[in-house]
């Protein structure tokens, strides 16, 4: 009788616990992605004076840099284009929310890079946020 009583408290009790994280998984909200796009004129200067500023203030304010392809050296893989035309350059990074890529974006440090960056490249950014 007591054996019947334990199997089934662990069952319950495996229940219960699966019940628990289920609901912790549905409220994880997902990251945001940034994805910029960068056309860069001068390869050399954005790869010495920018990138590794911009990069810096990506990690100092909790951002993760997930891909960097394309011209501008500063760690950039390769691009491989499978339809249309690439970008010189593209990044992805994640955040953990929007508001967080914002207050980065909005930072002191990132625009004083910004005016950097901006005399050697043009920049075309998007946010999504990630599926669960």
């Known amino acids: 009788m007591k054996t019947q009583y334990a199997i ?46 911009a ?17 501008g050296g500063a760690g950039a893989k390769p691009l491989t284009v499978l339809a249309g035309t690439a970008p010189q350059r593209l990044v992805i990074q994640q955040w953990d929310s929007l508001d967080q890529l914002k207050a980065w974006y909005t930072s002191a440090d990132y625009q004083a890079a910004l005016k950097i960056g901006e005399k050697y490249a043009t920049f075309r950014r998007v946010a999504i946020e990630g599926a669960q």
């Open 55 to 71: 990069q810096a203030t990506i990690k100092a304010a909790g951002g993760r840099l997930i891909a960097i392809g394309g011209t």
């Open 8 to 53: 089934a408290l662990a069952v319950l009790s495996g229940l219960g616990g699966a019940a628990a994280v289920q609901g912790l998984h549905a409220q994880v909200k997902p990251p945001v992605y940034l994805v910029t796009e960068i056309n860069v004129t001068n390869p050399e200067a954005y790869g010495n004076e920018f990138a590794p500023k």
